[in-house]
Structures are given as C-alpha cells and as structure tokens.
C-alpha cells in the first residue's frame, strides 16, 4: 500500500518535472533564440525535484515513525513518555532531511557554483 503511494507520487513528479521542464526550455529558447538547457535551469529543477523527493520521503518517514510510537504505546501505556522521547528525536532527525536538502538547493540557487 505504502509502496503503491510512493510509486504514485514519483510518477505525479516526474510528470509535474517533465511539464516545467519543457515550459523552461520554450521559455529559454525563446530569450536565447536557441535551444538548450541553461544552468540557471537545470539548477532550478534540480533543486525543486530533489525538494519535492525529500520531502515527500520524510513525510513518509514521519508518518510512519508516528505510527509505530502510537502502536507502542497503545501495547504498553506505562511507557508512553520514553516511548514519546524517542519519537520526538527520531521527527527531529527525519525533518533535518529536508532541511538540508533545502540548503542545498538553495546554495544551487543563489551561489552558482557552476558558473553564470
């Protein structure tokens, strides 16, 4: 079931990629007066695609993460406060994916390290 999501989402994705991909190359070849890809471009759906994967893997994560502390807990109630302690660090570490992934891409963005 997890798998089937996952799958749908990715797919959602790629088409969502493909779509603005092809709008930014009309949108480039109609400035440039030549087809191709710019490195402002390429940059931009690097870092909107690696975006969109990281935080749909720490939804997932997240989401599951949550689920098996609430199992826990309904199992043996006497230890819902480590039970919770241990959650609450593991959604911190899961989260801190997607806040790199957001660094990064934001260096991408606005450094340039591959020129122009």
Do not use: C, H
Not at 4 to 14: D, K, N
Not at 68 to 92: E, F, S, V, W
Request: glycine share 12%; net charge positive; charged share 5%.
């Amino acid at each position: 079931m997890i798998f089937q999501r996952v799958v749908g989402v990715v797919t959602f994705m790629a088409a969502a990629l493909s779509a603005g991909a092809a709008m930014a190359a009309e949108a480039g070849a109609a400035a440039s007066g030549a087809g191709g890809w710019s490195v402002g471009t390429m940059s931009i759906l690097t870092g909107g695609f690696a975006m969109a994967v990281a935080s749909a893997v720490a939804a997932i994560g997240q989401s599951r993460a949550i689920v098996a502390a609430l199992d826990g807990i309904a199992r043996q109630p006497n230890a819902a406060p480590r039970i919770q302690t241990a959650m609450i660090i593991g959604l911190a570490l899961i989260e801190s994916l997607a806040i790199y992934v957001l660094l990064i891409a934001l260096i991408i963005f606005f450094v340039k390290p591959f020129g122009g």
